[in-house]
Structure formats: C-alpha cells, structure tokens
C-alpha cells in the first residue's frame, strides 16, 4: 500500500509523514497537481491519497466523483479547511471511498482516519459529522411543499432536460411546462437550473449517481 501526499503545505506534509511512519513502512510520495497524482495511480492503483482539496487543481465533486470511479482501488482522505455543506453532503452521498477530516482535528482522530482507510473503511470526522446533522436540521424546517407535477418536473430540470423536452415527455405545451418551471424556481427561491439542481440533490429527488451519468 502507498500514501499519495496531495498536500501543498509543508508542515501539513511534515506532519502526515511523521504519523504515518508510526503506522509501518509504507511508501510515501509527495504529488505537486493533478497530473502527477494520476500517473502515480496508474502504477499505484491500491493507494490512499489524502488530498487538501481547496488547495490542489481537481475542479470539483463531479471530477473527484469520476477519479473515486476510475481509481476503484484507492481511498481517499480529504484533509482540508473551508469546506461548505453542500460540498461535504454531496461527497458522503456520492463518494463511499472519501474519508473527510478538518486540519484542527485532534491527532487521535487523524490516526483513526488513517487506520480505517488502510481497512478500506470510511471515517467522517466528529467536527463533520456535527456540521451535517446540523445542516439536516435546519433543512428539514425549510422544507417547500411542490405539488406532484411540480416535483417531477424538478426532477427531470435537475436531470438536465430543457423545457421543450419535458412537455415533449408530458404531452404538455411548452407554455404550461414553463408557467410550472416559473412556479418552481419562486417555491423553492432559486433563480437557475444550477441552483435548482443543487435543490433537487439536498432535498434526495435525485441520487447524486444520476446526475454524474
């Protein structure tokens, strides 16, 4: 097993270095970008990577999303800070292999972490853990009743189907389906497609699955 270090920080590097030496002789290698971490994955594909996400050049969840596929032998760790709640919710949903952890983790835990990625489980830190059931909460207050029709056309907006295409599937006039795309966007407070996808996503009316296909 080898540990991909995808960290810019010195003294974050310093540190895993030091806690994974604990753990055994294992290889360890220091990756500068995205280009460099693939080619280590093609010949290390039984690796675990630990990845400051908001410091390195993967684009975003859907990208890290296809890499999780394509790579189906590696773990990952994501080690970093400022990481928003519709992020962290969209990797617990769509990425079973992405342990996360915040740098002001205590080391007892970054230890756990490590240990349950080299049994190819996943750990969601406490901090995490805490930020997402609070988020759920709050969310389940701000729950916005759409009515059947409204909701099914949610669905195949976030989907990514114009609005021609869905009165095409609803034998409805274009008219009809975008007075209830304008009836949507206002119940819900969104202003685009983006916006109402990221809607569909938190409220579960797609799996996140779906929407990378």
Not at 7 to 30: C, N, P
Not at 129 to 136: G, K, S, V
Not at 174 to 183: A, C, E, W
Request: proline share 1%; glycine share 2%.
């Amino acid at each position: 097993m080898n540990f991909l270090l995808a960290d810019k920080q010195d003294i974050t590097r310093a540190g895993l270095m030091y806690i994974i030496d604990q753990l055994g002789s294992y290889a360890k290698f220091y990756v500068e970008d995205k280009n460099e971490l693939l080619e280590k994955l093609k010949n290390c594909p039984q690796s675990i990577v630990i990845l400051d996400y908001t410091l390195f050049d993967i684009n975003d969840i859907s990208e890290l999303t296809i890499l999780c596929d394509r790579f189906s032998d590696t773990h990952w760790i994501i080690f970093s800070e400022d990481l928003s709640v519709e992020f962290l919710k969209l990797v617990v949903v769509s990425c079973p292999k992405i342990s996360v952890l915040t740098k002001d983790c205590p080391l007892a835990e970054i230890k756990e972490t490590i240990a349950f990625a080299m049994k190819g489980q996943r750990y969601i830190c406490q901090q995490v853990t805490e930020l997402l059931l609070t988020a759920d909460s709050k969310k389940d207050e701000e729950i916005v009743k759409l009515t059947k029709t409204e909701t099914e056309i949610l669905k195949d907006i976030a989907l990514g189907m114009t609005t021609k295409e869905i009165a095409n599937k609803r034998f409805s006039s274009f008219h009809t389906v975008n007075t209830h795309r304008k009836n949507i966007f206002r119940k819900i407070n969104v202003n685009n497609v983006h916006e109402a996808t990221k809607y569909a996503l938190r409220a579960g009316l797609i799996d996140s699955a779906e929407y990378y296909i």
